[in-house]
Structures are given as structure tokens and as C-alpha cells.
């Protein structure tokens, strides 16, 4: 980082640990991140953005001998030393009006080591803001000249960052960590007549060198143009090929039934069902953040535990869920090193990071042959407003491509498809043996569902 | 800390004049003392009640059509003049601009009588919360799960621009949401339901929490013998206050200026013309009282203002921030709004709501012979460009012969903005609001959406059942 050494947030996390008082666990949180974020528009910089930020987030226990202890929390957007004193005494204060409760303690290091990922591109800090200037003005540029129906390009973003994390306690973790990433994004509005419809694309790695800016630029320009003309599709059951980006989301949405927490209190379709055949048995799926090429791969949790491989569902069976040290004393079971927290103002909880499909053998032509008549989702809309997971209630906006003849044909839009996504997974056709990696917390790859319901005209 | 010594206008003024150095048209400073609490009762524990305080500026130097941006948390002299040294590092014309600030006198103090978070006890908020759980568990015996969570807000602003802006804020913000789970034979359903004010604590003076934890138990309770929505299109009624969320989606994004300067709008080039039923008069609204898109001056120094969108179908206007404006010429509409100090102001909407009609909201569903009730809506989201929008349904009934019978489950709807701005032909006189939870290029920000009953001759739904 540039303005300390990476040592620096260790001293300081393990500085305020040594404050606790007799009776009292801590556990502080500190990160720091560096970022750059550029906006081209019209050949132009349309925003430059620099900025460094720095927070800490500090967790106190009380002890209440036999209830339990009682939590506080507190965070901060600053490390000043006065500002996290003040952080120390308001979660300390806060922790007196919880709740006590047995099953509320921190992370114990529990023996297993954390794996050596390379998560940090030194080469990062090196790259001048001119460089990303350039490559943002590039890719507008490359989007706008693709094709005389791209009719404008309404963002195309280039961004890095560096983020450096220490976490300690009273109860002997001590974690520290340094990433490093960068992406390029852009939207592309394609026109023909009245008819206008809008494609994206990104590309992410961990520096600016590992960045593909030609397939964003293509995603963007090809998802625009092959939507023009789209209308409406006829109500009626389908079988839907989902594209990578989808099943990324589809499968995050249903990592947070898979969370211990959501289990332990009852909010689950999936509580009380391991050791059952909940999907189809091609279906494996697993959270495995100890895989480098996942952009989420992290080497220890949210409490500072090793990350590790888990096992969700084997061959369409139920395996286990993720849990944080609290959830998993509340199931009677260990820690899965799963704690995730959003930064310095959160608190742990159980969540996936990094989950896959273990590949099948086709490819996604392979599969929209063998599929022959369905509807291929290029995208889909309203995943946090149609998507229950307590029920499994599951009913989106999508668009996409018609599948004739085991081929893409005409561009369908405005119209739903829904399910249940208990009766999804066990209406899984096929799973491609296209493994994409993607940012946010699952890899895409091609799926086929059968049995949804489309609704349009 | 009053709010007037964030900083000192002598400072201001350095700042700004530091980040004209090294040549621009314009320049800003916002900065922003922001303090949280947020407590949650799950599974019948206060697991957490958690603080959170932040601080720190944002400065944006213009030159030409280029925005540079820096932010930081140190509001100290120094630490402000290093950001905006970084922030003008997109000005690189070199000549110095020598420019003398001159800002208007600071306002006088606002007189607002709200009851601060920081006055009230964290015993009497917890309390709040075990009154809900109590409430919502009492409410049915198959009621397995709740969730109530507190949050309040304090944030102080100051934000100055060469452009002779000097203002500032001081917004309270409070809130309460109940989540029920309930349990049956054909599985779990939920429910939901939320206050949340532009207002102190004593918005509990006037609101029940157990009202919120029986109006949120009873949403999940229903769903429990509730059949599939239905799939394709049909008539649907929208009860008042349960669905404004419409409008924000099917044209309130595609009426932000920034999307119609970028032509990523359906509603680009059509000041003027009709585009939406005439029963329609849309308004962006930050003064009304105490709502959750609610402020006295906007995150760039604009006091809110009553934006009319469109009157009787006819479109009027759009939403306008600084930067924007400028470029038009003309003044911002008090819709420039941040998340934080460390994010860019962007056109955003306030509350946004359409104004009552005169028809009985009863009359509405009688004389809807079969269609989709919705009495909740939840989120959604839209494509400005195109115009296809969804939204969720969270509570719905259908209507059979001009009766509101059956339960559903959740579905989301799907439609083109302009077609079913068009397709509205009866709005009722039970207008009521909904706050909100926007989100907009990663940042959020609270809105407030409103309407009266109304019904859309036909919109997609999209549900399981054939």
C-alpha cells in the first residue's frame, strides 16, 4: 500500500486486542483499501475517480457466566486512534443490551492451515492512471466502431483496486491478508429503426495486464445486437438453456438457503434434508475459495479461520451446509470457515465465496443441439424481487433466444419464466462443461432446465 | 459539533480555490459526518446492536464534460487540500486559473423538532423490537420465524461549490421492518412490512409496532394456502400505497437526465408529448413531509423541490442534477443525490408518487371481473433504454368476478414502461406511500413511492400456473 507497510494494520489490530478488559473477548477488523475508477464517454474521460478509505470494525463479548455473553459492535471509517477508541467504547456499551447467549463465542484457530493463494499482482501498483484512461477511451471506442447498429455506449468503466485486511482477537486468530483487482465493464445500446436493446460485458482479473477488454467489447456488442428485433414469445412450459452469467446468479441466490444461519433459524427449504436426493444426480456442487482461479478465493473467513473446500450437494444429494463458529454451535457441528462480513461495518455470517458446478461434457452448443426446442436466457431481471428462498419461489424477467432445430433462432424479450428452485435443481438437463470464471461468489457455466413456465402474451 | 463547523467557510473557500489550481471550470467540496445504529432481534435474541460512524469529504473538479473526484476521511486542512489536488489531476491544461471563491453567507439554523437518535435510550429501541416479535408471534400459532430490526440515522452535511453553493443538512432518518416466516403443509412462506421516516424516534408516538408485526405475520400467513399466480396477461388492480414502486420503475429512471443526455432513455425527445394514459400525473417530490426521500437541500447544495414529470399523461419535464443542468444551462431540480461523501452525486429520484384520482378503490375491483389484486408489491427493476421493466409481488389475490378471492404466491410482473403507462384506465382517491430502497451504478439511497388503487388493463404475470 503506499502510505504503510503492510505490517502497519497488523500492529494496530493486535494493538487494540491487548486493550480487553477482564471478562471481555475483542475482536477487531481492520482494512484499508486503495481505489481508481474511470468513466469514458464520447472519447472523453467522463470521471476520474482516486481515492483511498480505511475503517475498523470492533466486536466485543461480555461474559454472563452461565447465559452466555452479549455481543457489541461497533465500526468506524476511519483509523484514527481516537476514532477507534470511540469504536472500543460504543461496541462496548452496546454489547450490555444484547441478549446473552451460550453459543456466542469467537473464532478459535482450529488447525488447519491457511492454503498460499496469490491473490496480490505486485505489478498492480506500477500500471499509471494513463494506462487506464487509455483503456477505458479504448474500449468505448472499440464497442462504437464495432458495428454501424451500436447506436451508443452508455458507460464503459475501467476500475482497480487494493485492498489490505488484519484481523485479531482475544481468542488467538490473526489474520492478515493483501488483493489485489481490476475490471473493465461496458454497456452498449444497439439501434435499428425504433427498436433499441442493450448488451454488457466485463472482463476481471487480479491487475490491469490480465484484463481482455476485446471479449467485454464483443459480450457487449454481440448480446445488443442479437436482441434487436426481439418481441414477446407465447406462454406455455419450456426447457430454458441458461447462459454462464445466469447460472452465476442463480447460484448465488441459492447459496443463501445453503447458509447455516438460514438453516439453524428456520429459513431454508433446504433445513432438515441432507443425506436427500435434492437435485438430479449430475448435479455436484461445491464452495471452494481455496481455488485460485475463483477472482472470490480468499485464504481465511470473515473470523479469520482458514478458508476451506465444502462439499454442498454430491451427485444431486445433500451434503452439508456453511457455517460461521455461532451458527455451527447453534447446529451442534464446527465451523466450516465460511464466515463472510461486507467489509469493516459488517459482521460475520455464514456465505458461500467461491462456488462451482462440477463440469459436465458438453459444451453450450453441444447442449442447445441436444435441447433441440426451448428458450436459450441470455439475461435475466427482478432476481431480488422474484426470488424467495425461504419458499423457493423462483419467477424472473428474461430475455434471449429462441432454440429451433437444436439452434439459436429469433430474440425473445418481456416475458417471465418460474419454477421453484427445489423443482428446478431436479429438473436440471444438462450441466456444460463450460466453466466460466465471473466475478461475485459462484463461476458460470451453461445449464439446461427443463420444465419452467414462460409467460408472455 | 454544530453542523456550520463541519468545516469553516474560510477553509471552504482554500479548498476550492486548491482545486481550481490547476485549471477547471467548476469545482465542489461535500463533507459529511454520518452516524448509524441498527439492532436486530432474530429467533426470539438481540443478536447485535451495532454503531457506526463515518467521516470525511468528497471534492469534484470539472473541466469540460471531465469530472475528477477524490475523497477522504481526514477533515483536516491538509487533509482536504491533498484531495483536491488529487481530484484536479484531470485538469492538466497547466495554467493556474486565478479565481477568487466567494460563497454567500451560511444559513441560519433549521428549526426542525425531531427527537435525535442519540437522545433516545438503546433500551427503549430494543424494547421496540421484543413488541414486534411478541405482536407477530401472537398473531398465528404457524408463525415459526421473525425478524425485527431498528435503524437510525444522523447525517450532517456541508457542501460548497464555486458555483456560490453554499449549504447544509442535518437528516434524520428512522426505521423499523418486521419479517415473518410462516410454516404449513405446502411449505414456508414470508412476509414483510416496514416503516421507515425521514423523522426522529418520536414517529413511535403515532405508530404501533404491533400493527407492523401483524400487518407483516398476516402476509406470510395468507401465502401458506396460496395457489400459483398466474402466467401470461391479465388485468391487475394495485391497492393503494402498495405499488408506486410502478411508476419508479416503468419511467421514473428513464425521466433522470443523466440517462436522457446519454440517450439511454425510451423517453429521450419527448418533452411534450403524451406518454402515458391522461389519468396520470407523476410527481418527484422531496418536501413532503417526513417521507424517506426526504431532505431539505439535495447532496449538492439544492433545496428539494415538487417536480411535476408529467400532468395528465403529458410528459413536462426531467429529474436534473448539478452537473447536468450546467451542461443544459439551466438550474438542478434539487435531484442530485449520494450515498456518501465517497461516491459522485447522480440524478436521482426523491419520492415519487402519482397523484389520487376520484374513483372508490372498491368500485375499482367490482368492476374488474377477473384479474390479479396486488396489496404489496416489492422491489423491481428497469432497462431505461428499452423500458422492459419487472416487479415483484410479496402480497396478491386474484379477482373473480369483481371479488378479491384467492391467495398467491410470489411472482414478479413484467412490462414496457410506456405501454403500461398507457394501459392505466382507473385511478381511485386512497392515496399512501411506501419507502424505498434505490439502487442506481452501486450506490443505494432512501426514496419514498406513491399512488392511489388503479388498475392496468393488462400486464404480464409471470406465475407457474398454465
Given at each position: 500500500m503506499s502510505a504503510s507497510s503492510p505490517a502497519d494494520l497488523e500492529v494496530l489490530a493486535a494493538a487494540v486486542v491487548e486493550r480487553a478488559r477482564r471478562g471481555e473477548e475483542l475482536e477487531v477488523y481492520v482494512a484499508r483499501s486503495r481505489d481508481t475508477e474511470v468513466r469514458a464517454f464520447e472519447g472523453e474521460v467522463e470521471s476520474l475517480s482516486v481515492a483511498t478509505s480505511a475503517g475498523v470494525g470492533v466486536r466485543v463479548l461480555l461474559g454472563d457466566g452461565q447465559a452466555g455473553a452479549r455481543l457489541g459492535f461497533a465500526w468506524a471509517g476511519s483509523l484514527d486512534q481516537a476514532v477507534v477508541d470511540a469504536a472500543l467504547d460504543e461496541a462496548r456499551d452496546n454489547a450490555r443490551f444484547a441478549t446473552p447467549d451460550p453459543d456466542l463465542v469467537l473464532a478459535r484457530p482450529d488447525g488447519v492451515a491457511a492454503a498460499t493463494l496469490a491473490l496480490h499482482d505486485e505489478s498492480q501498483a506500477a500500471v499509471p492512471t494513463e494506462r487506464k484512461v487509455a483503456l477505458a477511451i479504448d474500449l468505448e471506442r472499440r464497442v462504437r466502431g464495432a458495428d454501424p447498429r451500436i447506436r451508443q455506449v452508455s458507460s464503459a468503466d475501467y476500475g482497480d483496486d487494493e485492498v489490505e485486511v488484519a484481523l485479531a482477537s482475544t481468542t488467538g486468530i490473526r489474520a492478515h491478508t493483501l488483493r489485489s483487482s481490476a475490471f473493465m465493464s461496458v454497456s452498449a445500446i444497439a439501434g435499428e429503426g425504433s427498436d433499441t436493446q442493450t448488451g454488457t460485458g466485463f472482463t476481471v482479473g487480479r491487475s490491469t495486464a490480465a484484463l481482455q477488454p476485446e471479449v467485454a467489447a464483443d459480450d457487449a456488442v454481440q448480446r445488443s445486437i442479437r436482441m434487436l428485433g426481439s418481441r414477446k414469445a407465447a406462454s406455455g412450459r419450456v426447457t430454458v438453456v441458461l447462459d454462464p452469467r445466469v447460472v452465476s446468479t442463480l447460484l448465488s441466490v441459492i447459496s443463501s438457503a445453503l447458509s447455516g444461519e438460514a438453516v439453524v433459524k428456520g429459513?431454508?427449504?433446504?433445513?432438515?434434508?441432507?443425506?436427500?436426493?435434492?437435485?438430479?444426480?449430475a448435479l455436484t456442487l461445491v464452495d471452494d475459495p481455496t481455488d485460485e482461479r475463483a477472482l472470490t478465493a480468499a485464504r481465511y473467513d470473515g473470523e479469520g479461520l482458514a478458508c476451506r473446500r465444502n462439499v454442498l450437494v454430491g451427485e444431486g444429494v445433500l451434503a452439508g451446509f456453511v457455517y460461521d463458529t455461532v451458527t455451527a454451535r447453534r447446529a451442534g457441528t464446527r465451523s466450516t470457515g465460511s464466515a463472510v462480513r461486507g467489509g469493516f461495518a459488517g459482521t460475520p455470517s455464514p456465505g458461500c465465496r467461491a462456488l462451482q458446478l462440477s463440469p459436465g461434457t458438453l459444451d453450450q452448443a453441444a447442449i442447445i443441439a441436444r435441447v433441440g426446442e426451448g428458450l436459450y436466457v441470455q439475461s435475466v431481471s427482478g432476481v431480488h424481487s422474484g426470488v424467495?428462498?425461504?419458499?423457493g419461489d423462483f419467477s424472473v424477467g428474461v430475455e434471449g433466444l429462441v432454440i429451433r432445430d437444436g439452434a439459436l433462432a429469433e430474440p425473445v424479450r418481456e416475458v417471465t419464466v418460474a419454477s421453484t428452485l427445489q423443482r428446478m435443481l431436479q429438473s436440471v438437463l444438462f450441466v456444460g462443461s463450460d466453466v466460466t470464471w465471473l466475478p461475485g461468489i459462484a463461476a458460470g457455466q451453461t445449464l439446461a432446465v427443463g420444465e419452467m413456465q414462460l409467460s408472455g402474451e | 459539533m454544530s453542523d456550520q463547523s463541519l468545516i469553516e467557510p474560510d477553509v471552504l473557500r482554500k479548498v476550492l480555490d486548491a482545486a481550481l489550481a490547476r485549471g477547471g471550470e467548476a469545482a465542489e467540496v461535500f463533507a459529511e459526518d454520518r452516524q448509524s445504529m441498527a439492532a436486530s432481534l432474530d429467533d426470539r435474541r438481540v443478536e447485535e446492536l451495532s454503531s457506526g460512524r463515518d467521516r470525511g469529504a468528497g471534492i469534484r473538479v470539472l473541466v469540460g464534460d471531465t469530472t475528477g473526484f477524490a475523497h477522504t476521511a481526514d477533515l483536516s486542512e491538509q487533509g482536504l487540500l491533498a484531495a483536491a489536488h488529487a481530484a484536479s489531476a484531470?485538469?492538466?491544461?497547466?495554467g493556474r486559473a486565478v479565481r477568487t471563491v466567494a460563497l454567500p453567507p451560511p444559513p441560519g439554523a433549521t428549526d426542525r423538532t425531531w427527537t435525535l437518535p442519540e437522545r433516545v435510550g438503546k433500551a427503549a429501541k430494543l424494547e421496540l423490537l421484543a413488541r414486534a416479535d411478541d405482536a407477530a408471534r401472537a398473531a398465528g400459532a404457524a408463525i415459526t420465524q421473525v425478524q425485527a430490526s431498528y435503524g437510525d440515522s444522523r447525517r450532517r452535511f456541508v457542501v460548497a461549490s464555486t458555483d456560490g453553493v453554499l449549504a447544509y443538512d442535518d437528516q434524520v432518518r428512522t426505521r423499523l421492518g418486521v419479517v415473518c416466516v410462516a410454516t404449513g403443509d405446502s411449505g414456508m412462506q414470508t412476509g414483510h412490512e416496514t416503516v421507515a421516516r425521514t423523522e426522529g424516534f418520536e414517529i413511535f408516538d403515532r405508530v404501533d409496532v404491533g400493527d407492523i408485526a401483524r400487518t407483516a405475520a398476516r402476509r406470510a400467513l395468507s401465502k401458506l394456502s396460496a395457489r400459483p399466480a398466474p402466467s401470461g396477461e391479465v388485468p391487475v388492480v394495485l391497492a393503494g400505497g402498495s405499488g408506486g414502486i410502478l411508476f419508479h420503475e416503468a419511467c421514473g429512471h428513464g425521466l433522470e437526465a443523466d440517462h436522457i443526455v446519454k440517450d439511454s432513455s425510451v423517453y429521450r425527445g419527448k418533452v411534450g408529448e403524451l406518454v402515458a394514459s391522461p389519468l396520470v400525473t407523476l410527481v418527484d417530490d422531496g418536501t413532503v413531509g417526513g417521507e424517506w426521500g426526504n431532505f431539505a437541500v439535495d447532496d449538492e447544495g439544492r433545496p428539494a423541490g415538487r417536480n411535476v414529470l408529467i400532468e395528465n399523461g403529458v410528459l413536462t419535464d426531467y429529474m436534473w442534477d448539478w452537473l447536468r443542468a450546467r451542461k443544459e444551462g439551466r438550474l438542478s431540480s434539487?435531484?442530485?443525490?449520494?450515498?456518501?461523501?465517497?461516491h459522485l452525486p447522480m440524478v436521482r429520484m426523491t419520492n415519487t408518487y402519482l397523484l389520487a384520482g376520484t374513483e372508490d378503490p372498491a368500485e375499482v375491483v367490482a368492476q374488474t371481473p377477473h384479474g390479479v389484486y396486488v396489496a404489496k408489491l416489492g422491489g423491481g427493476q428497469v432497462n431505461t433504454a428499452t423500458g422492459d421493466f419487472v416487479f415483484g409481488t410479496t402480497e396478491a389475490y386474484l379477482i373473480e368476478d369483481g371479488r378479491i378471492t384467492e391467495p398467491l404466491r410470489d411472482a414478479n410482473l413484467i412490462g414496457n414502461g410506456p405501454e403500461v403507462l398507457r394501459r392505466i384506465d382507473v385511478v381511485a382517491n386512497d392515496f399512501d406511500m411506501t419507502p424505498g430502497t434505490c439502487g442506481k451504478d452501486g450506490q443505494s439511497v432512501p426514496v419514498g413511492c406513491g399512488q392511489a388503487t388503479l388498475r392496468i388493463t393488462g400486464v404480464t404475470v409471470g406465475g407457474t400456473a398454465a
Open positions: 429459513r431454508s427449504f433446504f433445513a432438515d434434508r441432507v443425506g436427500e436426493a435434492v437435485a438430479v444426480p424467495n428462498t425461504v419458499s | 484531470v485538469a492538466r491544461q497547466g434539487g435531484n442530485g443525490r449520494r450515498q456518501s461523501y465517497q
